[in-house]
Nanobody, 126 residues
Framework: QVHLVESGGGLVQPGGSLRHSCQTS????????IGWFRQAPGQVRVGVIC????????YSGDAVKGRFTIFRDNAKATVYLQMNSLTLEDPGVYYCAASGRVYGSGCIEDHLFDYWGQGTQVTVPL
């Protein structure tokens, strides 16, 4: 059974950094694309950054390019989201998700993902 368990959200000052972890189980991580998605209050969920299956590359939204990084530790079955230079546009609930049916740049689209973590809150105070 597929499980995704997130940790690492919190409150951080503008310009600060935060690292999320997504502990996975129940599937071979290398065979799945992993994405991170954000949902802010009253807004639709958007793709932030993703890592394609089978070494198909990483892809990020324009708003986070150069600031956010996604990386995998297959030995630990964990995927990380490193968030740097946080801004007032970054707060929301962050979800990690897994999909065995998307490859390449399509991994930034949330409708292609079948398994979701519980979400963690990121707050950036004014």
């Amino acid at each position: 059974q597929v499980h995704l368990v997130e940790s690492g959200g919190g409150l951080v000052q503008p310009g600060g950094s935060l690292r999320h972890s997504c502990q996975t189980s129940g599937f071979a991580l290398d065979n799945y694309s992993i994405g991170w998605f954000r949902q802010a209050p009253g807004q639709v969920r958007v793709g932030v950054i993703c890592s394609s299956s089978y070494g198909g590359g990483t892809y990020s939204g324009d708003a986070v390019k150069g600031r956010f990084t996604i990386f995998r530790d297959n030995a630990k079955a964990t995927v990380y989201l490193q968030m740097n230079s946080l801004t007032l546009e970054d707060p929301g609930v962050y979800y990690c998700a897994a999909s065995g049916r998307v490859y390449g740049s399509g991994c930034i689209e949330d409708h292609l993902f079948d398994y979701w973590g519980q979400g963690t809150q990121v707050t950036v105070p004014l």
